[in-house]
């Protein structure tokens, strides 16, 4: 319990806001530019709050920008790392991204917003990208998180199932030269879609802090920061400002916003004080500053559609006996989850069993799919030249809506974690008028893409979270859409597609709730 006396000091520190930039008129805009030295150069014209999050990355070495998506916030950094080159400030820049699709947006819009500056993106293995780095060609670099860290633990000795304090020792060490090897390179560090440091306990989160610490300016960017749970802003802000707004420890951060209670499984839950809600966003005010789209352009309406469908009787059965099999491990986080894959797998028309023999797994698809019927006619009902983007969970799910496609003589693409010809399926999806589908996973597609050119998304497996619900959801809503746009949910009756939807729009945790006993799973 932390004592009253430290929960008052934190409460009462002085703090910065940067609130005024969402005031500035165009005339002080323009006042404030006026006394930059050297004056900026800028090869697209900034918006007035683009402007203002300019001078807000001059005035300050380290923030945080929570934009909604379209704002433009790569181009804010690439405009922002082109005033410290000419600055004499910096030399590269690094900006780590979640997947391809951000680091083919971080490509595109260099192009269009900052064409003398090279950007490349490090792909490949991690010599590949060692060898891309020491070449030394490029003004500005993009690697993905997951790059980051095979980079960090390329020539690592592998970790051992019973290590000693030797080979944790050589472990740290050798992961510690790859590091002091990249951040001689860098003095400007952009951390797009931050949410990817907001476990302090995963090596992404680990590693960028590492990073950061080198980094004379550091960046962090996303639209959606935390879902939900304020908890999750502690390890973005800890990266980028190493405490200054948020405190050092996570343990400070919770005995002031937070109640303690025995959890579960042991251990303890922290639940939010919504009392404070208004005292924590002024916190958040000291390093970062939240745009919200309505500020930035006029956006067509969105309307979200249910289509309700009944499972065959024989499904139902089979339904209702796994139902009671999670009912029964109720507390237990493995099974638990097994029950709820086993559950929105038999929704989407297959079963997976095991072969108690090899111990392979088998999909068994159901000899009606009413969600495919049911995409199927959706499509149909629609223009024949109306692009849509399937949203799905599992690869079985992916591969059996594709095979559903090529059937119905359906032209699409298919974008998957391991592919590597993502940005070709891209490009043909946006500019070839008959591929109207592109299929893609709620992981690997709901971040970055500019998906504008279609208006329809079909959730075949919805999001469980609902910040990456929301994010699949901005992927069509966004500037640059002139129509409306349409969210379909097939939805099978008396399931746990219900529940998804119901928390999605609460914004809640499903699983926790099911594992805590606090909701049935249907």
């Not at 690697?143 to 304090?165: D, E, F, R, S």
């Not at 859409?481 to 499903?510: A, C, H, M, T, W």
Request: aromatic share 12%; hydrophobic share 35%.
């Amino acid at each position: 319990m932390l004592p009253q006396r430290k929960i008052d000091e934190y409460l009462e520190r002085k703090l910065d806001s940067f609130e005024w930039a969402k005031e500035l008129t165009d005339l002080e805009i323009e006042e404030e530019m006026a006394l930059l030295d050297p004056e900026p150069d800028f090869i697209t014209k900034p918006r007035p709050l683009q402007y203002a999050c300019f001078l807000i990355s001059v005035y300050c070495e380290e923030f945080l920008f929570f934009s909604d998506m379209g704002f433009g916030k790569t181009k804010l950094m690439l405009d922002s790392f082109a005033y410290r080159k000419k600055c004499g400030q910096v030399r590269k820049g690094l900006a780590l991204a979640k997947d391809l699709g951000n680091a083919i947006t971080w490509e595109q819009e260099a192009t269009l917003h900052r064409s003398d500056i090279k950007v490349k993106f490090l792909e490949g293995e991690s010599p590949a990208r060692w060898a891309e780095l020491e070449k030394g060609d490029a003004d500005f670099y993009i690697l993905n998180y997951q790059g980051l860290v095979a980079m960090i633990n390329y020539g690592v000795p592998k970790k051992k199932k019973k290590p000693t304090p030797k080979d944790r020792a050589e472990r740290l060490a050798a992961q510690q030269k790859n590091i002091n090897k990249l951040v001689l390179l860098f003095e400007f560090l952009t951390l797009d879609e931050c949410t990817s440091v907001r476990n302090h306990t995963s090596d992404t989160h680990k590693f960028c802090y590492k990073i950061a610490a080198s980094m004379k300016f550091r960046y962090g960017l996303t639209g959606t920061p935390i879902g939900r749970d304020p908890e999750k802003f502690w390890g973005q802000f800890k990266v980028i400002d190493r405490g200054a707004t948020l405190g050092t420890t996570l343990g400070l951060f919770r005995g002031v916003f937070f109640t303690q209670s025995k959890g579960w499984f042991g251990g303890y839950e922290y639940k939010f004080k919504k009392a404070l809600s208004e005292k924590l966003n002024r916190t958040l005010q000291h390093r970062s500053i939240y745009i919200p789209i309505s500020m930035v352009t006029e956006l067509p309406p969105q309307d979200w559609l249910v289509h309700r469908l009944e499972l065959p009787e024989s499904a139902r059965k089979y339904y209702e006996m796994i139902k009671e099999l999670g009912k029964k491990a109720k507390g237990d986080l493995k099974y638990m989850d097994k029950a709820v894959t086993s559950m929105r797998m038999l929704t989407s028309g297959y079963v997976r069993l095991t072969d108690p023999d090899t111990g392979q797994q088998i999909d068994v698809e159901l000899p009606v799919n009413v969600k495919l019927d049911d995409l199927v006619f959706t499509l149909e009902s629609s223009g024949p030249t109306e692009k849509f983007i399937i949203f799905h969970e599992y690869v079985k799910t992916g591969r059996m809506i594709c095979d559903r496609l090529s059937v119905e003589k359906v032209d699409h693409v298919f974008i998957r974690g391991e592919q590597k010809d993502k940005r070709s399926a891209l490009e043909r999806f946006r500019d070839d008028p008959k591929c109207r589908i592109l299929v893609g996973n709620n992981t690997s597609c709901s971040t970055a893409l500019n998906l504008q050119m279609a208006r329809y998304t079909y959730f075949f497996e919805s999001p469980i979270a609902a910040d990456v619900r929301e994010q699949a959801e901005r992927r069509t809503w966004r500037p640059g859409q002139e129509k409306s746009v349409f969210y379909i949910d097939p939805i099978v009756i008396g399931s746990f597609d219900e529940k998804v939807r119901k928390y999605n729009k609460e914004g809640k945790n499903l699983l926790k709730a099911l594992v805590g006993g606090d909701e049935e799973l249907a």
